[in-house]
Every structure is written in C-alpha cells, then in structure tokens.
C-alpha cells in the first residue's frame, strides 16, 4: 500500500461532552484548519515547541529535488552500518523471517530504463548493497528508501521481522487487504520497484495527478467526506510523494506528533512519517529550520455531504453520518435524505448492526421468529432474523419484535454490546450516570459498558436519559465509536 492510515509498528506510527472534547481532532479538524491562515508553504507563526521531527514540516514542500535525487549520498557499506545500528535489538522472527541487518538475498541483473541504469547481478547481497545499488541506478538517495522502510512497515528498528512485512517492504503493487502482487514481493524487488516508480511519478511529462509547480486540492485521507486541503507543490521531489502516498496530514494529525490520533478515520500518517523520520535520522528533508511549528495546508475545499439534508457544519455528528454513507451502513431515504433528527426505529437499528458486521451470509428461517414480523410485511425481515439468530435481540416476551417502534437509549445499549459480541459485563458500584441504577433499569450493566468503551458519555448533567428515543443523527456517531474504537 502506498499510503497509511494506520500507525506504522514499533515506535514510529504510519477510538456531547467528554468524549466531544477528545475528539475535536475528528469532529472540528476541518473548521480548525479554517481557521488557519498562515500557508504551509510559508514558515509558521506559532511560538510553540514543535513536536520532535515535525519542526520544519510544509506540506507543499516535503522533501526538496536535491535531497530526494541523490543517490550517491550512502554507501553500501554505510547502509549496511546505519541497519546494524538501528536494528540492534532484532532477532530472527519466528517465521524464520531476518531483519535487515542479517539479510542476504540474491538479485537479478536489470537493464537500464528510462529511470534507473543497469544494475548487475548480485549473490548473497547485503540489504545495503541491494539499496546502494538502486540508489545509484535510479539515483534515489539511499536515506529516503531506509524511512520509507520504517514508514510502510517498520522495518528499520523492528524487533520481530516476518516475511509478510518483507515482502511487502515498500508497498509497491500492495493493496490494502489483498497482500502484494507476487511479481513485486520480496525486499529486492520492492527496492527497485520503488526507486523507479518514485523518479517516473516525479517526471512531468508522465501526466500523474501531481506535479511541481502545480496547486491541487489534496485528501486529508481516502474518505472524500474529511476534505481536502489546498496544496502547491514546491518541486519533483515533493510530487512524487504525493503520487506515491496521495494524503496531506490535517493540522490534528501534525499535532499529534509520532502518536496516533485517537478515533480519527480522517488522519493519514504517511507523508508526515517521512518527514518526521527524515528529520530525526538525517535532517529536515526540504532544509527549513526544525523550530518552526508545523501548519498543515489549510482547508481549500468543504467535504461532501453525504446526504442532502447532512452538510458540512450542519450536524455535530457530520463525520459520523458521512462515515455510516461511505462504509455502505446508511442508504437514506430515495429523495436523498438521511432525516437526522428522526427517532431510529427497530428494524431500522438492527439494520444498520447487520451491515456493519459486513453483511453476511444468512438465509432468513421459512418462519419467522416474531409474530409480528413476516417476509412480507418487512422490508428487513432478513436482518431482523439474523439479529435474532445471532442473539442481539431476543424480542418481547409475547413473541413480538415492534419493527416499527423507536429505539430507547437503554435497548440500544443493549443491542451495542451483543453486536459487540458481548464481552464480560461488570456492575460498578457506582453509577456513571445520575439517573441509571441497578433498580431502575434491567440494562444497567450495558449502559455502564456503553460508557466504560467510549460509546456513549450521555449529557452534560450526568445523566444518561434511558428511556428518550434515539434520533438517526445519534446512532450513527455510536455505531462509528463501536466500530471505529
């Protein structure tokens, strides 16, 4: 895979009220870079201590010609040094797998390209003889493929090397899920893939989205529903990141420095890894000076609503609703409404869990499991049985369903954690809510799970109001927080 969004292994990284204020970085990341009005690719005003190996960052100027260009900057001997330095505390994997610094593969020879020279034939090369080799015959300097390698797998200082991470070292030809394709799999082929695709993805004349000189609106992540920022990019270099890992970091995501951050489908960490590993190993990338505090492009274009009636600053659940369209969870109405403020009904609700589980196989029973609830009165009858089936609802005791029915907050605790597969159940001793006790509710323990995993911190007053009915707009943000988390 050429981009990440999910933080890289070891130390490096490639779930209103409470729970509001964590998650600002999600909910408000585009209204915060708004409000930015310093460019990134001029120096920052902030007087703040930037976060280590982010001084410095421009998004529109990641790495500069002569830095990414220079593929005599390490020698073999050097590389294989750096690896051994690095990658002191590796040990075999358990797959038998070698880290990088006991490598020894063979490669082939290859002829010259329009990008790269020849390289010859080698046996039993080093890992930094197979770098120096592509460094110098695609003219790739050798420090930007050892932060690539700890960027997309975390193969400069793992400790537990395995033979997927190998394979897959550059994410050359790696999509996500479906592992490589096995003619660009292995550590050599994915060093020399990589150095020739970075030189042709900075060539203007090959016409790829990004290009130097060019402003382009660039996604803060894959989801079109987060944005996008407004970039112009400084030089080849800098547009040869972009078309190999094609996100800009949101302003949250800088901030956040190596970390994660938390419940954020919206943060990319790819281009903000290479830079902040550059910087840490070997010096800024583009030259600027590492006490400037970082600034993320500013927001250039408002993300797309996902439903007429759900637009960017129209609902505080706005990334949520947005999430619940993309994932394939929430179809809306046929006029293009989602009706935020509508109460969820309960065939509507047990909907939503089936597709979240991934829609999966199930042929719905001859007879139905509720009275009330037929093939032929249900337009959900598959999913309501599934649900049955499968223990997240059981019904009432006089063998109704009430498909049609709001969902009470407290029920829908309850749906939550058996779709959550119903982990272990506690009964505090106190209460997180004012109005929530063991004898005023048959659900108190899943209420206090719900707000035990994040799912729900209920009202600013303490109280968590269990029997209010659950609008369409609120079971989308705890659906995304079950799923998310």
Same mark, same amino acid.
């Given at each position: 895979m050429h981009f990440s969004r999910v933080p890289a292994p070891s130390t490096p990284s490639h779930r209103v009220s409470l729970l509001l204020l964590r998650r600002l970085g999600l909910l408000t990341v585009a209204a915060l870079l708004m409000l930015t009005t310093v460019?990134? +690719?001029g120096p920052s005003a902030e007087a703040r201590t930037p976060p280590a190996g982010l /001084? /410095? @960052? *421009?998004?529109?100027?990641?790495i500069t010609d002569a830095q990414m260009f220079d593929g005599g900057a390490m020698s073999a001997a050097e590389v294989d040094a750096f690896l051994d330095r690095m990658g002191s505390s590796c040990r075999v994997g358990a797959d038998g797998t070698a880290c990088l610094k006991d490598l020894s593969v063979s490669t082939p020879q290859r002829q010259a390209t329009a990008y790269c020279a020849a390289i010859p034939a080698r046996t039993a090369a080093s890992a930094g003889t197979v770098i120096a080799d592509v460094s110098a015959a695609c003219d790739i300097n050798p420090q930007v493929f050892l932060v690539m390698l700890q960027k997309e797998q975390g193969l400069i200082i793992t400790t537990t090397p395995t033979r997927k991470k190998l394979d897959e070292a550059l994410g050359f030809r790696c999509p996500d899920f479906l592992g490589c394709d096995p003619a660009h799999a292995g550590f050599a082929q994915q060093v020399y893939n990589a150095g020739s695709r970075l030189q042709e993805y900075g060539d203007p004349a090959k016409r790829f989205t990004y290009r130097a000189g060019g402003t382009y609106q660039i996604q803060?992540? &894959?989801y079109a529903f987060c944005g996008s920022a407004t970039?112009?990019?400084a030089n080849r270099a800098t547009a040869a990141l972009y078309n190999y890992t &094609? @996100? +800009? $970091? =949101?302003?949250t995501t800088l901030d956040a420095g190596s970390a994660a951050v938390a419940d954020d489908v919206c943060a990319t960490y790819g281009n903000r890894n290479f830079f902040r590993l550059h910087s840490q190993w070997f010096g800024t990338p583009n030259g600027a000076s590492a006490s400037t505090y970082p600034v993320a492009a500013p927001l250039g274009k408002a $993300? +797309?609503?996902p439903f007429v009636d759900v637009t960017y600053g129209s609902s505080i659940f706005f990334t949520e609703i947005a999430w619940m369209k993309h994932q394939g969870l929430a179809d809306g109405w046929a006029d293009g409404t989602y009706r935020p403020l509508q109460p969820i009904a309960r065939d509507a609700m047990v909907a939503f869990l089936y597709r979240s589980a991934g829609s999966p196989q199930f042929t719905p029973p001859a007879v139905s499991p509720f009275s009330d609830v037929t093939a032929q009165n249900s337009i959900f009858y598959k999913e309501i049985t599934w649900a049955h089936a499968q223990g997240i609802t059981t019904g009432w005791e006089d063998g109704t369903f009430r498909p049609l029915e709001n969902v009470h907050r407290d029920a829908m605790a309850a749906f939550l954690h058996r779709a959550a597969g119903s982990p272990p159940l506690s009964t505090p001793s106190r209460s997180p809510f004012t109005d929530v006790t063991? *004898?005023?509710s048959i659900f108190y323990q899943e209420i206090a799970w719900a707000r035990d995993a994040g799912i729900t =911190? /209920?009202?600013?007053? /303490? =109280?968590?109001r269990p029997l209010a009915d659950i609008n369409r707009d609120a079971i989308a943000a705890f659906i995304y927080r079950l799923e998310v988390d």
């Open positions: 460019l990134a +690719t /001084g /410095g @960052f *421009q998004a529109g100027n990641l803060y992540s &894959p970039v112009k990019i &094609p @996100f +800009t $970091p =949101t302003q $993300p +797309t609503a063991v *004898q005023n =911190t /209920g009202w600013a007053d /303490g =109280t968590y």
